[in-house]
């Protein structure tokens, strides 16, 4: 039973467009919302995070939008650069019921190739 | 700055050997985690530690164990490795989480077994 799902393995965007990763959830108690970025032979970097109480938060290129009532997150990135291209996985936690301590649950990720 | 530390790199091990992976870090925090990452799948909880002296088991913890006599080390453990233990192994550190529920992770251990 996958709580997280990303249901697009990959993305191709070109350079200076947009790109939007998309993440769905099915757990209504997850409260946090976090994107990591991986490039091939590292380990997941954080990106961006959005609590549940806000429906958007902002970093420079990259905003995260989350709409509560259909269970769905987006990231965007404008524009999109060549150094973008990795895979962005989205997790989620539950921060109250279990405390958060065992960790997120992560999607599948998503693998963005940005084309010159 | 070193943050999160995992050794080795790569391993490949024959049916049945065992083997620690080795994780520590740097940044003195409470909570730990190892998760595994199969091949186009997200990354699974093993096993998890809130401080030293205590642990508990994630979401797929058959066939390994951990310890945590430190707060800095975190260590797992592949006893009777079989070839459903071939994945990418990644250690993560945290602050607790309704602090900042940001995970740091090493760059992953990549164990084949054959």
């Known amino acids: 039973d996958q709580q997280v799902k990303q249901n697009s393995p990959s993305l191709s965007v070109q350079e200076g467009r947009i790109s939007i990763l998309n993440c769905d959830y099915t757990n209504s108690m997850f409260d946090y919302f976090l994107w990591y970025k991986k490039y091939p032979a590292e380990g997941p970097t954080f990106l961006i995070s959005?609590?549940?109480?806000?429906d958007k938060n902002e970093d420079g290129r990259f905003t995260v939008f989350l709409n509560k009532s259909a269970k769905h997150l987006s990231l965007h990135i404008v524009p999109s650069q060549p150094g973008d291209s990795a895979v962005y996985f989205c997790?989620?936690?539950?921060?109250?019921?279990?405390?958060?301590?065992?960790?997120?649950?992560f999607g599948k990720g998503t693998h963005l190739i940005i084309q010159p | 700055n070193a943050g999160v530390t995992q050794t080795p790199k790569f391993r490949i091990l024959k049916i049945g050997q065992s083997m620690t992976l080795q994780c520590t870090q740097d940044m003195n925090h409470n909570y730990m985690y190892w998760y595994r990452q199969d091949p186009g799948m997200g990354l699974k909880l093993i096993y998890y530690?809130?401080?030293?002296?205590?642990?508990d088991k994630g979401e797929v913890p058959n066939g390994y164990n951990v310890s945590r006599s430190t707060t800095e080390d975190f260590p797992l453990r592949l006893e009777l490795a079989a070839p459903s233990q071939t994945s990418v192994y990644f250690c993560?550190?945290?602050?607790?989480?309704?602090?900042?529920?940001?995970?740091?992770f090493g760059s992953g251990t990549q164990l084949s077994v054959l």
């Open positions: 530690s809130v401080g030293a002296g205590i642990t």
């Open positions: 993560a550190s945290s602050l607790p989480p309704r602090e900042n529920e940001k995970l740091f």
């Open positions: 997790a989620a936690q539950d921060t109250y019921s279990g405390g958060g301590a065992d960790g997120l649950t």
């Open positions: 959005i609590s549940s109480i806000k």
